[in-house]
């Protein structure tokens, strides 16, 4: 019998305290855009991007200086080209206000140098493959891109990058790096790798257990991945099954307090798709989700490090897809699944929303 668990009722979830004041604030966006990704360089400035689909070919970049409260957006940003479909964007990062990365479909990356008015196509050395994934910089110049069968690296901003995996071939959903030699990727099947000398050679880790046996709808897809410090990380993702032909999705969330030697789950058994994870420090974290079976996205949030995640706001016809905090402000992105305008869900602390 499948357990078609209710992800706000607490059942397994503690401390859910009812009848407190919801501290998140709706944003209509005024656009029918999926946004992929969302990235904040500090509380005011921020920028996200994503498709519009068919219509609008070649990706929307979302920029705002009023911490989320209004946006503004440029459409087009890589021209489609003969016989393909729009070329959407998946991933963004800026290093100061002016410099900035997105990594595209299409193997495309493409960088601004005037705070996003301006886009173009950076430089690639090496096989090019259909899609970019994530993008993660460690200082101004170092940066890795994970996407089909390959990381690439820029050391020069991201003016050029180049492709430094060439006997692994990785294929990842989401990268971070610590530093400029330590970093991780996670990806589809369950797969997590770590590289200790920036990229070029990558070591796998069993951080879910092992995998023997499974096949690959059993295996886990792991679609975000979240480090505050060396020692402290969380990789989010989701399983599925499959019983009498319906599909489910079930929430994983692994967490390793040792540099990535041991791993737990947590937030096991929670009916929800994972798509991404963020923390603050050590133990205030958050994480979204998504229910196919019930159009509703949960926003999750943790004050001990994951062991307890609470399901903190559920929103009806939104898929969200992304997620960023900054000195505790956090926004919170993704796609529509009804037809009503393109929500934003914006917290801000209680200290700042005084001021």
Aim: proline residues 3%; glycine residues 14%.
């Amino acid at each position: 019998m499948v357990r078609r668990l209710l992800i706000w009722s607490c059942l397994l979830l503690t401390g859910c305290g009812g009848g407190t004041e919801d501290p998140w604030e709706i944003i209509e966006l005024g656009t029918d855009a999926e946004f992929r990704d969302i990235f904040f360089l500090d509380a005011q400035n921020g920028w996200m991007v994503g498709g519009v689909g068919i219509a609008v070919p070649g990706g929307i970049v979302g920029s705002t200086t009023d911490g989320g409260k209004t946006w503004k957006y440029k459409t087009g940003i890589i021209p489609k080209r003969y016989k393909t479909t729009s070329i959407d964007l998946n991933a963004v990062y800026f290093t100061d206000l002016q410099h900035g990365v997105i990594a595209a479909e299409a193997g495309t990356i493409i960088r601004t140098e005037d705070g996003g008015e301006t886009w173009k196509k950076a430089a690639l050395t090496g096989p090019v493959y259909a899609r970019n994934q994530d993008v993660d910089f460690v200082d101004a110049l170092n940066g890795w891109i994970i996407g089909r069968e390959g990381v690439r690296r820029t050391e020069d901003g991201g003016a050029t990058w180049e492709r430094i995996d060439e006997e692994q071939k990785l294929e990842g959903n989401a990268i971070q790096f610590l530093d400029r030699n330590r970093g991780w990727v996670a990806g589809k099947f369950g797969a997590v790798y770590r590289t200790e000398d920036g990229g070029v050679t990558w070591e796998t880790v069993p951080a879910y257990g092992s995998l023997e046996g499974l096949s690959g709808d059993d295996k886990p897809n792991f679609l975000s991945l979240h480090f505050v410090d060396e020692n402290h990380g969380w990789i989010a993702g989701y399983r599925s099954e499959f019983p009498e032909l319906e599909q489910y999705h079930y929430a994983v969330m692994l967490h390793t307090r040792d540099g990535g030697q041991t791993w737990d789950k947590q937030m096991e058994g929670v009916q929800v798709r994972l798509r991404a994870v963020r923390f603050a420090d050590s133990q205030r974290g958050w994480a979204v989700g998504y229910d196919i079976h019930t159009g509703i996205s949960t926003v999750f949030t943790t004050e001990d490090g994951g062991r307890n995640w609470v399901a903190q706001k559920t929103v009806f016809g939104e898929e969200f897809l992304a997620i960023y905090e900054m000195d505790g402000h956090v926004w919170i992105a993704g796609d529509r699944v009804r037809n009503e305008p393109q929500k934003l869900l914006r917290l801000v602390p209680v200290a700042a929303s005084s001021e």
